[in-house]
């Protein structure tokens, strides 16, 4: 049984998208699901590494765990992952955290449609992509949880390592939340945004020491956050605990943006 369901519920699969990372936010909250008595499902581009990460948290956790190539932008991709999980003997899908993602380093002047079109499929139609193929496993499951990736960017506008429309996708990311929290408040699912700050990860491709001592040292909390610490907030998000709370965005960024 997961630790964080009631009882009554039992034991819930979370789906965790753009999982694969070794370093990344999304394994670190596969693993913190797993942890606390989830079965995970590793959802990423590559099935090698999908199933890597998967294999690695079922004999770490002794959870039931399964990863799968899903490329978050395609429908298709997303309802195929989706039925391998119905079709599967893991528990029913319980929370979904969408955490896939891809910034966007181009200045405005250099920014093309394609880059444009890319930034928003990933960031912000694989959220809708998901849910819509997700939401319904959790209604007929009784319990259900969708905690989606925003970024401060979303609130300063850029000045990490992504710009216009990283800012724009995760700002609709927020907008997607709010909307799915009113519509699916009735089922009894809760959706929230989390919003980090800088996080040592492997997404700046290219940056040097050099600027990512200046990024910790522009956050008053002088470091950058790390994948464990947005991993808590996803799992504790998606526990019965925070039942009560929906449609929010919930800041993790070391005092970089007060609101
Ligand atoms: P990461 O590059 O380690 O992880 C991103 C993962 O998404 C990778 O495993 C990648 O393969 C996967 N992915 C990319 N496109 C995909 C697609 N079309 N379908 C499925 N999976 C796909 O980076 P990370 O830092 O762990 O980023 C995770 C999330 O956190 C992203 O949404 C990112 O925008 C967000 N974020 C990161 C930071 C940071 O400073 N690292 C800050 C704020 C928000």
Redesign the pocket.
Known sequence: MSLSTPPEIGQRTAVV?????P?????ATARRYAREGWAVVV????AA?AQAAAESIASEFGVPSAGFA????SEDSVANAAQTIVDSDLPPVGALAN?????SPSAFEELGLDEWNRVI???LT?SFLTSKEFVPQMIAGGYGRIVN?????AQHGGG???RTA?AAA?AGVIGLTRGLARELAEHGITVNAV??????????AGSDDENERRLAQAVPLRR??T?DE?AALFVWLSSHDAGYITGTTQNINGGSYIS
């Not at 998208?17 to 990372?21: L, V």
């Open positions: 998208t753009g999982a694969a990372s370093r990344g936010i999304g394994q959802l990423d581009l590559d590494s899903c490329d978050v932008t955490i896939a993602g891809i910034p499929a990933v960031n694989g990736m925003s970024s401060v960017t990490v390592f992504s990283y995760k919003a980090p700050g800088v996080v040592d990860t492997d997404i700046r950058q956050g994948p947005m």
